[in-house]
C-alpha cells in the first residue's frame, strides 16, 4: 500500500472538475526515451524459531528494524514517522515502508534498466538480512502468511490503516487478510501518450491471470495445505469488488484516461485525509464529493488534488494506474524469480508487436473466464 508522505499538502490546488482530473494522467506522460521501470516486494516477517509474526514495539520488533535501517542508510533523517514512530524509511527515490501487518516493502527507485532494478534489491535484502538475524526476525519471501490467523498479527501503528481497518474491513470477507497477511512483487513502468497506455492496459489485463498463475506461491494456510495454489488471488476476490480485480471496461476499444477517472469517481471513499487525521467517509464516492462539495458527515468541504491522489491509492485493481503503470496481480516469491517479475512486464509491455499477441492469445475469452 501507498505511504501518505506529503498527502495533500504541495496538492492543495482545488479540483474543478474531471478535465483536471484526466490532465492529472496526462501529465504523466513520458517519451521513450526516458522510460523507466521500478519494482515494488513485500516480505513477511516471523520470529524465528515460533513462526509468529514480528510486533512492532520491543528490542526485536519491526520499528528497532526500522531505526536501523535509517542508520543504514545515513541516519535518523532518514525515517519518516508518525506520531513520533519510525514508519517508513527513505532514500535516494526509494522507500522502505510498513504494510498493516508488519510486511516489509521496499519501493525501489525508478531504474533505466533492469540490471539498475535487481542490484538495487540485492543491497536491500543483503543489509535487511543482516539486521533482522541480530534480532532473531526471518523474512519469508511467500504470498501469504503462511502460519497463524489474522487475528494473531498485531496491526502498525499508521493513522492510514486505522481508517482502512473500520472502512474496507467490513466490505469483504477476507478484506482483513488482504492488510494483514499477503505479500505481492509488482512492477511500475512508465508510458508515452494515452494510446500507448491503453494498449499497454489491455495486454496486461490480459495476461494478468496468467502471470498470477506463474507467480503462484500462497497454499499453505495456518501451516495446512490449503487446496490453493494461489490463495492471495482469492483473497483478493473477497476484499472489496468495488476497487479490486479486472476492470472489464480496460478490454474496450476506447478505453483512455477518462475512462479511468470515470471508473475511480464511482468508487467509495475509505477516507478523507485532513492534514494527519483521517476522517470517515461514510461510503461516500468521490464523484459524489465533487458533485456536492459535501462530505456526507454534512460538513462543507471543497475537494483538492491531494484528496484525488489519496482516492487513487485506495483503488487495488490488478492493474492500476497512477503516475505509473502498477502490474500488481503476483504473489511474492523468493530471488532470482522475484527479479523475474519486471523483465516479463517489459519484455510484453514494451514492444507493440508482443502487446497486441497477447490480446490476440485471450482476445477470445469471456470477462467471466479471465
Not at 467490513?170 to 499477503?182: H, K, V
Not at 467509495?268 to 470517515?280: A, N
Not at 460538513?299 to 494506474?321: I, M, Y
Not at 500488481?328 to 527479479?339: K, S
Amino acid at each position: 500500500m501507498s505511504l501518505d508522505l506529503k498527502g495533500p499538502a504541495g496538492l492543495s490546488e482545488p479540483i474543478t472538475g474531471k478535465p483536471q482530473l484526466v490532465d492529472y494522467f496526462r501529465g504523466a506522460e513520458k517519451p521513450r526515451a526516458e522510460w523507466k521501470v521500478g519494482v515494488e516486494h513485500e516480505k513477511i516477517g516471523v520470529v524465528d524459531g515460533s513462526f509468529e509474526a514480528v510486533p512492532y514495539y520491543g528490542e526485536t520488533g519491526i520499528r528497532s528494524i526500522l531505526d536501523a535501517l535509517a542508520r543504514d542508510a545515513g541516519g535518523a533523517q532518514h525515517a519518516h514517522r508518525e506520531n513520533g514512530q519510525p514508519i517508513a524509511v527513505l532514500k535516494e527515490g526509494a522507500s522502505v515502508t510498513l504494510e498493516p501487518g508488519g510486511q516489509l516493502e521496499l519501493s525501489g527507485a525508478p531504474h533505466r534498466s533492469l540490471r539498475a532494478a535487481r542490484e538495487e534489491i540485492e543491497r536491500h535484502l543483503q543489509v535487511l538480512r543482516g539486521i533482522s538475524r541480530q534480532r532473531g526476525v526471518k523474512w519469508l519471501a511467500t504470498g501469504y502468511r503462511p502460519f497463524g490467523t489474522r487475528d494473531e498479527v498485531p496491526w502498525m501503528p499508521k493513522g492510514r490503516y486505522a481508517a482502512m481497518r473500520k472502512s474496507l474491513g467490513p466490505r469483504g470477507r477476507l478484506a482483513l487478510d488482504m492488510m494483514l497477511m499477503t505479500a505481492t512483487v509488482q512492477a511500475n513502468l512508465d508510458w508515452s501518450d494515452e494510446r500507448d497506455l491503453a494498449e499497454k492496459v489491455r495486454a496486461a489485463s490480459s495476461a494478468s491471470p496468467l502471470v498470477s498463475a506463474l507467480f503462484a506461491n500462497s497454499s499453505v494456510i495456518a501451516g495446512r495445505d490449503s487446496g490453493w495454489l494461489d490463495f492471495r488471488y482469492q483473497v483478493w476476490r473477497e476484499c472489496d469488488p468495488d476497487r479490486c480485480g479486472l476492470l472489464e471496461p480496460m478490454f474496450r476499444d476506447g478505453w483512455g484516461y477518462e475512462s479511468y477517472v470515470e471508473w475511480a469517481l464511482g468508487v467509495p471513499m475509505l477516507f478523507v485525509r485532513r492534514g494527519s487525521e483521517y476522517l470517515d467517509a461514510g461510503g461516500q464516492t468521490f464523484g459524489d464529493w465533487l458533485r456536492t462539495g459535501r462530505l456526507r458527515s454534512g460538513a462543507l468541504a471543497e475537494p483538492h488534488l491531494g484528496n484525488w491522489v489519496d482516492h487513487l491509492t485506495t483503488l487495488f485493481p490488478e492493474v492500476r494506474v497512477k503516475t505509473v503503470l502498477e502490474l500488481r496481480g503476483a504473489d511474492m516469491v523468493p530471488p532470482p524469480y522475484l527479479h523475474a517479475l519486471a523483465a516479463i512486464w517489459v519484455g510484453l509491455l514494451h514492444d507493440a508487436s508482443a502487446r497486441q499477441a497477447a490480446w490476440e492469445l485471450t482476445e477470445g475469452w469471456t470477462f467471466a473466464q479471465r
